[in-house]
């Protein structure tokens, strides 16, 4: 099936460090979303993008949704050990749908 | 937010036997529910789309006669694994989209399903 590319795949830094993963696509999206998945669980939903070029915030979590509608990236600020765990973004395309495609997924792991 | 529950967390079944799952919307209505399969370490991949009353759409790839899905009230929806071999063994989550809602939609727990 068809998946959004999503980067980097992991990584690990320092707590109170800045994080910046990114998700890209071939195919232009009318949503984007950013979702967290803790292991053995299912994925809760961070951050939701409707509009090209919108920024939206969520406490420590910024994402935005590129202008093309191919792009989207997620910013989390000032990293805490909880922010461990796998990201994925997710694109919606075609209005009534309602399908989201799923992002490879980028695992974070944040070091004490 | 709205709460979707999944029965049973999770499985361990024979080779050959079907094993079916439940997903509740608890407080909300569903008009669409969707089926995801994630197998380890990889991303969440769409099985089907279940609507309320009517026949699932299934995703290029995926057997509708193996993987069985009723929806049949606005609040539930199931998924039945038929003649399971290890191979099917993954994680098995479930969403559901608010009905008049079209932007928001809820993830279930996920059930693990493990085939000997």
């Known amino acids: 099936g068809q998946q959004l590319n999503q980067s980097p795949q992991s990584m690990f830094i320092q707590e109170g460090e800045d994080v910046s993963m990114n998700c890209t696509s071939s195919s232009i999206f009318n949503t984007w979303l950013w979702y967290k998945q803790d292991p053995g669980e299912g994925p809760v939903l961070l951050i939701a993008?409707?509009?090209?070029?919108e920024l939206t915030s969520n406490g420590r979590l910024t994402a935005q949704f590129g202008i093309t509608r191919k792009d989207s990236f997620l910013n989390i600020s000032a990293s805490i050990p909880s922010d461990v765990g796998i990201y994925f973004c997710?694109?919606?395309?075609?209005?009534?749908?309602?399908?989201?495609?799923f992002g490879t997924g980028t695992r974070l792991k944040v070091l004490a | 937010g709205a709460v979707v529950s999944q029965h049973p967390s999770w499985v361990i079944c024979k080779s050959g036997t079907s094993v079916k799952i439940e997903c509740r919307s608890l407080d909300f209505q569903a008009t669409t529910m969707f089926w995801y399969r994630q197998f380890p370490k990889q991303s969440l991949m769409l099985m089907a789309t279940?609507?309320?009353?009517?026949?699932?759409?299934?995703e290029q790839g995926v057997e509708k006669d193996k993987f069985l899905i009723n929806h049949a009230s606005l609040t539930l929806s199931t998924l039945t694994v038929t003649s399971a071999h290890p191979e099917d063994s993954s994680f098995y989550i479930c969403?559901?989209?608010?009905?008049?809602?079209?932007?928001?939609?809820?993830f279930g727990p996920g059930t693990r399903l493990t085939v000997l």
């Open positions: 279940s609507n309320e009353g009517s026949k699932a759409t299934y």
């Open positions: 997710a694109g919606q395309g075609r209005s009534g749908t309602y399908k989201y495609i």
């Open positions: 969403s559901a989209r608010v009905a008049g809602e079209p932007r928001r939609k809820f």
């Open positions: 993008l409707y509009k090209a070029g």
